[in-house]
């Protein structure tokens, strides 16, 4: 059955007539008969987590497992939620087969095992550790959907990945076409991917400024993943350590440099990397509330991290994914919890 849609489409604010033909919108009225979901409201092309791990359980302490069950519940909830495509930047196994390619489900973009050079850290194990680091990372984005997703630091105490071994995982990854995710939680291992030309730094704690003008001419993404360090903060804050104290340093400097990324031409990404699933709205919120501006931080979960990662949103011919909201959410962000209508993949969700 054709689907029909009016509304006003964003972020370009037309009221438009849109339909829905299998996995594709078109503006173009079709023949025959339709029904129409919804006349009214904010049309927003389907929403997207980057950062999400879906089915992982373990803690940081120990490398992660995988429980198929939970990943398709977990996914299950990001739909239900109105997200439309997922990241994952690391899994700890594969994703179940049937899941990935079920009526309605998100849109998944893989990048293979969390990979760590063998000489980053002497107090956490890690999935894969590997001395060949750039040649595991381009086999991984060969496997996967063009990512591969490496440790670039660990320890606050212990020394990043070194320039020379992620420049070569940027360049053999990259020879290969893929893009690379890193995981950055201090300064250096942050400046050191962002010289590397790194495709998008995750969390990024402590973030020097230096790094900005780099990412920005790199064309990397920033994935602050607020949502996960906003659980941490009373947690650290009740420690009283310098581990604490230094910590809690970097997670100001994260939030600050949300707002400075921005300025500096950084294109900055909503990723939840936490329970509960399907709550990118409330990363959106945290993105707000670090200084970006509101329809920054909505496109941030919607049209901009579409763009990063290929998929095209409300466009002829585009993929159809939408959301439909009673409420300008970029105006008022909170209306990204309460969607009318949900369309994922073609097949109505809600």
């Not at 320039?163 to 890193?182: S, T």
């Not at 790094?211 to 420690?239: K, Q």
């Not at 990324?261 to 409330?282: E, H, I, M, Q």
């Amino acid at each position: 059955m054709t689907l029909h849609v009016r509304g006003t489409v964003l972020p370009d604010g037309m009221v438009r007539d849109l339909w829905i033909l299998g996995d594709r919108i078109t503006f173009e009225r079709p023949r025959g008969e339709w029904e129409t979901l919804a006349v009214g409201g904010f049309v927003l092309p389907g929403l997207v987590d980057v950062h999400t791990h879906p089915g992982s359980v373990g803690d940081a302490s120990s490398p992660p497992e995988f429980d198929a069950e939970l990943f398709a519940e977990q996914v299950a909830a990001h739909r239900d939620a109105g997200t439309a495509a997922l990241r994952f930047p690391g899994l700890a196994g594969a994703v179940p087969q049937g899941v990935r390619e079920a009526p309605g489900a998100p849109r998944m973009i893989t990048a293979g095992r969390w990979l760590a050079w063998a000489g980053l850290s002497k107090t956490a194990e890690f999935h894969t550790v590997t001395d060949e680091l750039a040649e595991a990372a381009a086999k991984e984005a060969l496997a996967n959907d063009g990512w591969c997703k490496i440790m670039g630091d660990w320890d606050y105490e212990a020394p990043p990945v070194p320039y020379e071994v992620m420049r070569a995982v940027v360049e053999a990854v990259h020879a290969v076409g893929g893009r690379v995710a890193a995981h950055c939680q201090s300064a250096e291992g942050v400046l050191q991917a962002a010289r590397a030309g790194i495709d998008s730094v995750e969390h990024g704690m402590g973030m020097p400024e230096e790094s900005l003008g780099l990412m920005a001419a790199n064309g990397a993404a920033f994935v602050p993943t607020l949502t996960a360090f906003a659980e941490g903060r009373s947690v650290m804050a009740g420690r009283g350590t310098a581990r604490a104290a230094l910590w809690l340093s970097g997670h100001d400097t994260m939030i600050r440099r949300v707002r400075e990324a921005y300025d500096a031409g950084v294109r900055v990404l909503a990723g939840t990397d936490s329970a509960p699933f399907g709550n990118v709205a409330g990363e959106v919120e945290h993105l707000v509330a670090a200084g970006l501006p509101a329809e920054v931080a909505v496109g941030a979960a919607s049209w901009a991290a579409r763009e990063f990662l290929g998929l095209p949103g409300i466009v002829e011919g585009g993929l159809a994914d939408l959301t439909v909201y009673d409420t300008d959410p970029r105006l008022v962000p909170d209306a990204l919890r309460h969607p009318r209508r949900v369309v994922v993949r073609g097949h109505v969700v809600r």
